[in-house]
């Protein structure tokens, strides 16, 4: 098995559980962004998304960078990549168990 530090990764899955989080993430994927910006299209208070900003952050999925009276969020892009490693590593053991069972369905072996 892949060993992960459970902590880092526990936080990035809660942290990306949320729709709103998973958008913000998305739009800055595209690149940075004021959190007024970020806040733009959600139906909530900019308290509201600033939360939403500093459990992302906590996750280190995102930098927030203060210029003047304004914060500007950017994604940390190699966050992702221990998530992802860690779904990675399990859609390939699910993808032989699944293979394994169609040959054996199938009277392949």
Request: hydrophobic share 40%.
């Amino acid at each position: 098995m892949v060993n992960y530090q459970s902590s880092q990764l526990d936080a990035t899955f809660s942290a990306l559980s949320d729709p709103t989080r998973r958008a913000i993430i998305s739009r800055l994927a595209q690149g940075p962004a004021s959190v007024g910006e970020l806040a733009g299209p959600f139906n909530m208070s900019l308290p509201a998304v600033s939360k939403h900003i500093k459990i992302l952050t906590r996750a280190g999925l995102l930098h927030q960078d203060k210029k003047g009276r304004i914060k500007h969020c950017s994604l940390i892009a190699g966050s992702l990549a221990n998530a992802g490693e860690w779904i990675q590593f399990y859609k390939k053991f699910w993808e032989f168990q699944l293979n394994a069972l169609d040959e054996f369905l199938s009277g392949e072996k």
